[in-house]
Structures are given as structure tokens and as C-alpha cells.
């Protein structure tokens, strides 16, 4: 499933159409760098701590025969929340008015686990799709909520529309699970309350049980965070790298790459015998042309860039920043977003950052400065309470491609006893196996002292 | 008459009224089903093991001499020709809000049906094309494929009860439907601008011509005087219900606003892609580099 998303997203990357010169595309990564932080060096290699192994199971996920049974059926109502602090929605997002968020009910009174997808990522992404079948299936109510660098989460349910700072986007997913909560559908009994997350979604896991520490809204129980980063800007740039490594900057690179692989999908497809280009064909697929560690790479760093060409046009559309929107003329209903998908296209995370979280919360946190800014984006900003909060558990791998050594080892000492860390998997290519899930479960019922490897 | 129709209009304004202004509004959705899905994907991954096995044992019988390739440099370029955008988006908008209000309910309540039921309608509407895929891979001149069509609809509509089993499939016999749109691209045609359907979704010009040949010949053909008698309607509905039972795509479930634009650039390298291989031959291009 994960390498038809990849095939998909590879070829999504391209949608916005149209190629752009090298000159243009690397022109506004390169110039007004008035943070420094375009060149500022990240620790480590672009791919973190990734061998080629880890690679391939960052973009392929678990093999079938390794994953944790799941039940035969379970049942799942959509959600669709309308938070009541939301911004006035631009037309142009019309669509997300609402929150999605997904629930899967136990006929009787159970623990509910709210689940946080990944960065950019759907409250029902495959990988939230495989938590819920496991946690339903180990008798848990599970909620499972979108990232709040989803785009249907930042139109509906952001208070600033600027993604990617852990306190504020903690805050949003507090309120909005505290709104869930208090409408949940009649007869539904929950008798504990865990948050977990994955990716990125980890470290907003952490960010809500803290903040509940403080509040007592919502009396969350544990927290487990699956592969999460430890300082985001650091992530986030260590992803630039990758992309600039594996593609080229700019847009000229992603051309070359969609070239290659429309090319190689077409001759795989005329060699076989059939009558539609189906899913079943595109698995095969993937694995004929996804060959050397630089595909993997590029495939990665490109599926974050689409997450990101989503968040920097809300953030510019929100903060009225004009870096590819006219805040005098906004793009309406029905306008074409080609030419701003394409700008976007070729701007890096450092760029968001320094064209448009930078500016905002600089602003809207006075006294702030760009280091305080990046501090309070590291998990160690809560770093106290995950070190001796008995309830905050974690699970990662030693190849992950979003952590380095230092930041490995920084997890593995704050959370003590309280972290598996599996050798392989990559990031989160082992989600979902049954040594992954039985600690996962284990750590959510208390019962998990220790035995990762 | 006029008053009773502002009543239902006056009822149903009011009706989403009290739906906008609910905090949260719940849609019940067809139960997952993972296990069946870990077991789907485990027979996948054994079969393309099987494949990729058979492939390679085929390659080192009989190495691929020269065979015609598509070079990177062949590949379209990543814009896609749209001369109906703003058509296209309205039609696409209507169709989120249809598929929202209306095609999704009734898809998922479909859904909950037992599944012999729903494997019975689907299989019953997959047979009836047949006949399209018969003329069509005969209009292509692919006639073995014609012949397995029409071994496929007597097959199933004998000893599959009407169409009501696939048969044939478990005979060594799989569906490999084909239409008028993949007639005409045999035939030369581009498929030409891209035109999102109302009520049907992402297609072009040459595949809307297709759709409305085959629905044509079907029409004509009306067997069972299933196309023109008194159920048409009902059936047609059936048929598409059970059509979008089979789409697992949601509108917008991208949150993107660039999901248009997404959904069209996939849509189309499907397409071309798919056209590529009807070609025996496309240019090999001498600016090939080394090693692709």
C-alpha cells in the first residue's frame, strides 16, 4: 500500500504542472535569508541515522507476513467537527469547513485512544488505518485525528493557519479533541483516555498530555509517540538537504525524476498483459522502479515537499505574507492554483520557515527570537516531564532517517525504561509489525518494562 | 402543487440549516475490514513474488532483444492541456457536493448489503458489458481477446446464473473489460483535453465520446430490454451505485486545495500511459542516454 501512495505522490508532486528553469526554482531558497537558517548546517547526514535497508522500509512498510493480526471487521464513523475558535474560512478552501476526524466505537465501555497522524497526514492515512485496526482489535475506542500540518486541519481548526509549531499546534488539538469529546455519539462509554501519535504525531501526542498536565480538561492517561522527531527544525532541514541530495534543487530535478519514472512505468506496463493501469499493477511496479538508494531518497524527500506546498500556500493565504499569493487579490473559487503550485513546488522548508512561520510567531510571541523559536520546537522544551512522567512511553528505530545520533541517544536517555528502540524499520517502516504493536499495546496497558533491542 | 414543492424546499433548507450549525455531524461508514485486507495484501505480495520470479527465469530464457522503449524523454511534460478549466473545476466541485450528499449515502448503505448480494449485482452489470468489450476488441482487431469475452459471457451467463457468478474466472477466464475509448485510441486518436464529467468525474474528450459509445451500443443492443424497458432507469442507478462501491476515493478527503490539479495530472498519466502501450512501436529517441 505504502509504495502505491509513494508511486502516486511521486507522480502528485508533478500535478501542479508545468516545469520551472533551475535558475528561478533555486532563486528563492537562496536569496532574503534573513534568519540564516536556508544555510545553516543540521547535525548528521541528510538521511539521518538511514542506511539503504531503512530506506526501502521507510517507503515500503512492513512485509505482509510480519504485520500483528487485526480483526475481521471494524466499524468507523467520520466525524466532521466545526471547532468553534476557526478563522473565517478562505472560499478557496471552502471544503474544509469542517474537521475529519474518524471513530471506531466498542459496543461497550472501553479506554479510547486518539491517534495523531504524521506530518501533512489524513485522520485516515493507511498508517492511522493500521493503529486503528490493532487498538480496536485489543479493545480500545479509537479516535484518529489528522496532523495539524494537514491541510483540512489548518483551514478548520488551526487559530493561526501557520503549521509546525508544537506548542501552538499542541493547543489546537487539545481544544479539538476536548470538542469531540463532548459530542460523541450517544451510548459511548470511555473509561480512560490515551494519546498516541506517529511522526510528527508523536511529538504532538507529548505536547497534549503536557499541556493536559496543566489544564486537566481532559485527564489523558499516556502518551506513546512512534517514531518521533526530536527537534523540528532540525528534521525539517536535514529533509531539505535530502531533497536538495537526491533531486537537485529547485524544481528541475523533479521534472528529471517524473521523467524517469513515467518512463519506466510505461515500459513496464507495455511489457505486461494489461488492460488497466490498477493498484495491483503500481505495487509491482514500485519495486522495479524504485531501484537505488537515491530513488528511495528522492521519493521521501519528495512526498514531504507535497505536504508542504499544502501548508506554505495556507500559511501565505492566512498570514497575508504575499510570498506566492496577492493578499489584495486571493485566489477565489474556481481559479486555477497552477502557477502558485509551481512557485511552491521549489520552495524548501527553510523557506517556509523563514518567509512565513519566522515572521508570524516572531510577532505574535514578542521577545522571541529565532533561537527561542527553534528551542521551543525540540521535544526537550517538555523535556522534564518525558524524563519523569511515568506515563510518556516511546518507540523508534536506530535507522531512522529523521533522527541523528545525538538526538537517538537524547531519546533513549529521557525516556529511560520507557523506550523500545528496534534496530530496523527506518521511519516507521515497522509500523504495524507484531513486536512493534504487542509493545505498543503492552505500553498503553502499563504492563511494557523494557525489551527493545 | 407549487406550494407542496417550497414546503420539501422550505423542509430541506431547513434540514441543512440544523446540519450546519451542529458542532459535530456523524457519518456512518462501512465497517473496515483489515483482515481481509492483510490477507488480500499478502496474496498480492506472494503473486507479485511469483510474477517477478516467472519474469526473471522468462528473461534469462529469452533476453528482451531490442524492444521499442518509452524514453524519459518521451514522457509528456508535466503540464496538462486543460482548455475547460474553469468548466472542469465547477464540475468537479458539483460533483464533491453530489458524491457528498447524495452518491455516498447510498453507496455506503449499498456497501452494508451482504456481500454475495453485492458481488451478485456487480458481477451481474460486469457480464452485460461484455458485449461492449466483445465489439470493441473486435473493432481493434484483438479478436483472441473478443473470443475470451464472448467465452466469458456464455460461461458466465449459463453456468453464472445470469451473470450473477463469475464463472469464468475461476475457468482461467478473468475479466479484461475494454470500451470505445480504448477503440479510438487504438485507432490513432489523442485523448485530447481533459474534461471532468458531471456526475461521472475525470474523463477527456475522446473518453467521453467513448462512454457515450459504449453506453450507445449497449442501448442498441438492450439486451434483456434492460436498456429501454420500464426498470432502465432503476438499473442504471444499481449500476452506478455499485460502480462508486468500487472507487475507494473520497472528494477532497485531501484537504488540498490543490487537489484538482493533483487528480488530473494522475488521472492523465494514467491515461497516456495506458495509450502508450496500444503503440507497438513509438519512436525510440536518439537523444536515449546510455544506461536508461
Not at chain 1, 521551543?376 to 523535556?383: D, F, P, V, W
Not at chain 2, 441543512?16 to 505480495?45: N, W
Request: net charge neutral; hydrophobic share 45%; glycine share 10%.
Amino acid at each position: 500500500m505504502k509504495c502505491v501512495l509513494a508511486a502516486l505522490l511521486l507522480a502528485a508532486i508533478a500535478s501542479m504542472s508545468r516545469a520551472q528553469s533551475l535558475e528561478t526554482a533555486v532563486a528563492p531558497a537562496a536569496s532574503g535569508s534573513l534568519t540564516g537558517l536556508a544555510d545553516s548546517a543540521v547535525p548528521g547526514s541528510p538521511t539521518g541515522l538511514a542506511d539503504s535497508a531503512a530506506l526501502r522500509a521507510t517507503v515500503f512498510g512492513p512485509a505482509p507476513e510480519a504485520l500483528a493480526p487485526v480483526p475481521q471487521r471494524v466499524p468507523l464513523l467520520e466525524l466532521e467537527v466545526r471547532v468553534p475558535w476557526r478563522r473565517p474560512l478562505p472560499p478557496i478552501v471552502w471544503f474544509d469547513a469542517r474537521l475529519r476526524a474518524w471513530l471506531s466505537p466498542q459496543p461497550g465501555p472501553a479506554p479510547l485512544v486518539v491517534v495523531i497522524a504524521g506530518t501533512g497526514g489524513s485522520g485516515n492515512s493507511s498508517q492511522a488505518g493500521t493503529l486503528r485496526a490493532v487498538l480496536y482489535g485489543a479493545g480500545y475506542h479509537v479516535l484518529t485525528l489528522p496532523s495539524p500540518t494537514f491541510p483540512g486541519f489548518i483551514a478548520a481548526a488551526s487559530r493561526t493557519g501557520v503549521a509546525g509549531d508544537l506548542a501552538q499546534d499542541g493547543r489546537d488539538l487539545y481544544d479539538a479533541i476536548a470538542e469531540i469529546l463532548a459530542h460523541l455519539p450517544r451510548g459511548m462509554q470511555v473509561t480512560d483516555l490515551d494519546v498516541i501519535g506517529y511522526s510528527l504525531g508523536g511529538a504532538n501526542a507529548a505536547f497534549v498530555k503536557a499541556i493536559d498536565a496543566r489544564a486537566g480538561r481532559l485527564h489523558v492517561h499516556r502518551a506513546v509517540l512512534i517514531n518521533p522527531p526530536v527537534s523540528l527544525f532540525d528534521s525539517v532541514l536535514r529533509l531539505d538537504e535530502l531533497f536538495a541530495l537526491a533531486l537537485g534543487p529547485g524544481d528541475a530535478g523533479v521534472e528529471r525524476f517524473y521523467r524517469r519514472l513515467y518512463a519506466a512505468l510505461a515500459n513496464l506496463y507495455r511489457a505486461s498483459d494489461r488492460v488497466s493501469l490498477d493498484e495491483d499493477f503500481l505495487l509491482g511496479a514500485a519495486a522495479s522502479v524504485l531501484k537505488t538508494d537515491r530513488e528511495f531518497e528522492a521519493s521521501i524527500a519528495l512526498s514531504f515537499r507535497i505536504d508542504l506546498v499544502n501548508m506554505f500556500f495556507l500559511g501565505d493565504l492566512y498570514t497575508k505574507a504575499g510570498v506566492v499569493i496577492d493578499p489584495r487579490h486571493p485566489p477565489k473559487v474556481g481559479d486555477s492554483l497552477e502557477q502558485i503550485g509551481i512557485e511552491l513546488r521549489s520552495k524548501p522548508f527553510s523557506a517556509y520557515l523563514e518567509q512565513i512561520y519566522l515572521p508570524y510567531y516572531l510577532k505574535a510571541r514578542p521577545g522571541s527570537t529565532v533561537s527561542s523559536l527553534r528551542a521551543a520546537n525540540r521535544l526537550s522544551i517538555i523535556g522534564t516531564a518525558l524524563a519523569q512522567g511515568a506515563d510518556y512511553y516511546a518507540q523508534t528505530n536506530r535507522d531512522d532517517l529523521i533522527l541523528d545520533a545525538e538526538e537517538l541517544a537524547w531519546l533513549e536517555h529521557t525516556f529511560g525504561p520507557r523506550i523500545a528502540v528496534y534496530d530496523h524499520g527506518g521511519h516507521l517502516g515497522n509500523l504495524g509489525e507484531r513486536r512493534q504493536v504487542g509493545d505498543l499495546l503492552d505500553m498503553l496497558a502499563g504492563r511494557w518494562h523494557g525489551g527493545g533491542n | 402543487m407549487i406550494l407542496k414543492g417550497s414546503r420539501v424546499a422550505a423542509l430541506g433548507l431547513l434540514l441543512l440549516a440544523g446540519c450546519a450549525a451542529r458542532p459535530v455531524i456523524v457519518h456512518r461508514l462501512p465497517d473496515a475490514t483489515p483482515a481481509a485486507d492483510q490477507a488480500t495484501a499478502l496474496e498480492r505480495a506472494h503473486r507479485l513474488m511469483a510474477a517477478e520470479q516467472a519474469a526473471r527465469e522468462r528473461a534469462r530464457e529469452q533476453p528482451p532483444a531490442s524492444a521499442p522503449v518509452v524514453t524519459p524523454e518521451e514522457a509528456p511534460s508535466l503540464h496538462t492541456y486543460d482548455p475547460f478549466g474553469r468548466l472542469n473545476r465547477f464540475d468537479y466541485r458539483f460533483n464533491a457536493r453530489f458524491d457528498r450528499m447524495v452518491f455516498l449515502p447510498v453507496t455506503h448503505a449499498y456497501q452494508r448489503l451482504p456481500g454475495p448480494i453485492q458481488s451478485g449485482v456487480h458481477n451481474f452489470f460486469a457480464n452485460l458489458t461484455e458485449i461492449d468489450s466483445m465489439v470493441n476488441y473486435t473493432l481493434q482487431g484483438r479478436l483472441g481477446r473478443g473470443v475470451r469475452s464472448v467465452g466469458r459471457f456464455v460461461v458466465n451467463s449459463t453456468l453464472g446464473i445470469g451473470g450473477l457468478l463469475d464463472v469464468a474466472a475461476k475457468l482461467a477466464l478473468p475479466s479484461r473489460p475494454t470500451g470505445f475509448g480504448t477503440t479510438l485510441a487504438q485507432w490513432g486518436m489523442h485523448p485530447s483535453a481533459y474534461l471532468v464529467i458531471p456526475f461521472y468525474g475525470p474523463s477527456t474528450v475522446r473518453e467521453g465520446i467513448g462512454l457515450a459509445g459504449d453506453y450507445g451500443l449497449l442501448y442498441a443492443v438492450n439486451p434483456l430490454d434492460l436498456y429501454q424497458g420500464n426498470a432502465s432507469w432503476g438499473l442504471g442507478a444499481a449500476n452506478a451505485v455499485d460502480q462508486r462501491a468500487h472507487v475507494p476515493f473520497s472528494y477532497y478527503s485531501t484537504g488540498s486545495p490543490f487537489e484538482y490539479e493533483m487528480i488530473r495530472f494522475l488521472y492523465m498519466r494514467k491515461l497516456l500511459i495506458q495509450d502508450s502501450a496500444l503503440h507497438p512501436t513509438p519512436p525510440t529517441s536518439p537523444e536515449r542516454p546510455a544506461g536508461e
